[in-house]
């Protein structure tokens, strides 16, 4: 998969390119202010797709956070689409400050996917789990729980992208796809599932654990 060694999302290279390229014209045109502007978004840019390594706990049936944020959602819920039935849901979100580049939470295999189109509320409400555009995988460990994670897209997120495919087995805090500029991620898990973060917490991808299987 994509982006396991580069320290800058290649997903970004095209916005860096077109933003250096206008920085350098307006630079030799002598456009002072407008060419500060474009320097400091090329620079933003680059640190919105910044991919750095991370040092991914070990352990039995551990959940790792896929994505830097703010915890804003810790609970039971029903998960309708896969589980049928009560599971516990924690919901990441990450602002355009955070990085974008999203970890596998658990090791295992990917036995379904899906994609739906939706709405582009602000990532932050809970109606965006529902409403909002959406990509999640379903992964099924070797002990045989599963969980789902799902991406989603927000107010200015545009573009879900997901590497893995049906039948891959993904490896826990490996990169696995991005949002672009301002998302959320939701992980579905058991219902006795021993959950270690609450409400507000500050996550960092491949590295914070969000719990524990069964």
């Given at each position: 998969?994509?982006?396991?060694?580069?320290?800058?999302?290649?997903?970004?290279?095209?916005?860096?390119?077109?933003?250096?390229?206008?920085?350098l014209?307006?630079?030799?045109?002598?456009?002072?202010?407008?060419?500060?502007?474009?320097?400091?978004?090329?620079?933003?840019?680059?640190?919105?797709?910044?991919?750095?390594?991370?040092?991914?706990?070990?352990?039995?049936?551990?959940?790792?956070a896929?994505?830097?944020?703010?915890?804003?959602?810790?609970?039971?819920?029903?998960?309708?689409?896969?589980?049928?039935?009560?599971a516990?849901?924690?919901?990441?979100?990450?602002?355009?400050?955070?990085?974008h580049?999203?970890?596998?939470?658990?090791?295992?295999?990917?036995?379904?996917?899906?994609?739906?189109?939706?709405?582009?509320?602000?990532?932050?409400?809970?109606?965006?789990?529902?409403?909002?555009?959406?990509?999640?995988?379903?992964?099924?460990?070797?002990?045989?729980?599963?969980?789902?994670?799902?991406?989603?897209a927000?107010?200015?997120?545009r573009?879900?992208?997901?590497?893995?495919?049906?039948?891959?087995?993904?490896?826990?805090?490996r990169?696995?796809?991005?949002?672009?500029?301002?998302?959320?991620?939701?992980?579905y898990l058991?219902?006795?599932?021993?959950?270690?973060?609450?409400?507000?917490?500050?996550?960092?991808?491949?590295?914070?654990?969000?719990?524990?299987?069964?």
């Amino acid at each position: 998969m994509r982006n396991q060694n580069q320290p800058v999302a290649v997903e970004g290279y095209p916005f860096i390119a077109l933003f250096a390229f206008l920085t350098l014209v307006f630079a030799l045109l002598g456009w002072g202010l407008l060419t500060l502007l474009l320097l400091a978004l090329t620079l933003f840019t680059i640190y919105f797709f910044r991919n750095p390594e991370r040092l991914v706990p070990e352990g039995d049936d551990l959940v790792i956070a896929p994505a830097d944020g703010k915890v804003v959602f810790v609970g039971e819920v029903e998960e309708d689409r896969y589980f049928k039935a009560p599971a516990l849901k924690v919901s990441i979100f990450m602002s355009v400050f955070n990085v974008h580049v999203n970890r596998v939470p658990c090791g295992g295999r990917v036995v379904d996917m899906y994609y739906q189109k939706g709405s582009f509320f602000n990532a932050a409400l809970d109606k965006a789990s529902r409403d909002n555009e959406q990509a999640g995988i379903l992964l099924e460990t070797d002990s045989g729980k599963q969980l789902l994670f799902v991406q989603i897209a927000g107010l200015i997120a545009r573009r879900i992208v997901t590497y893995p495919g049906i039948g891959d087995v993904l490896q826990t805090g490996r990169r696995y796809g991005l949002i672009r500029f301002g998302s959320r991620v939701d992980v579905y898990l058991p219902l006795d599932t021993e959950v270690r973060v609450r409400l507000g917490d500050r996550t960092i991808a491949g590295e914070t654990v969000l719990g524990q299987l069964p």
